[in-house]
């Protein structure tokens, strides 16, 4: 049996184009779409205090195999595609947790 996974993300957004990356993710539907996806329990972005240009991601997936599935979705790709036009930096880490 698979144990739970948390996902933390920190974009680091190319300067003054953070509130601009949240929009598009939030207008083209992949929060939503993410949270919709089977094995998802979490997925939320937020604002860190001690940075006016990074946007960070908390997800909590069933299990690695649904966060992998997640990586082959559409709406994966299209985050991905806002990446390369707002992103310079992405700090990812992955943490296994045993309920």
């Known amino acids: 049996m698979s144990n739970p996974i948390l996902v933390t993300v920190r974009y680091t957004v190319k300067d003054g184009k953070r509130e601009e990356f949240y929009r598009h993710i939030v207008e083209q539907g992949i929060d939503t ?25 908390l997800e909590l997936w069933d299990s690695r195999e649904a966060q992998k599935i997640h990586g082959t979705t559409d ?3 299209k985050l991905s595609n806002l990446k390369v036009t707002y992103v310079t930096n992405a700090e990812i880490h ?6």
Request: proline share 3%; with cysteine; hydrophobic share 20%.
């Open 75 to 77: 709406h994966y790709q």
């Open 94 to 99: 992955i943490y296994d947790l045993a309920e």
């Open 33 to 57: 779409a993410s949270r919709a996806e089977d094995g998802n329990r979490k997925y939320d972005y937020y604002y860190p205090t001690d940075s006016e240009q990074d946007l960070c991601l």
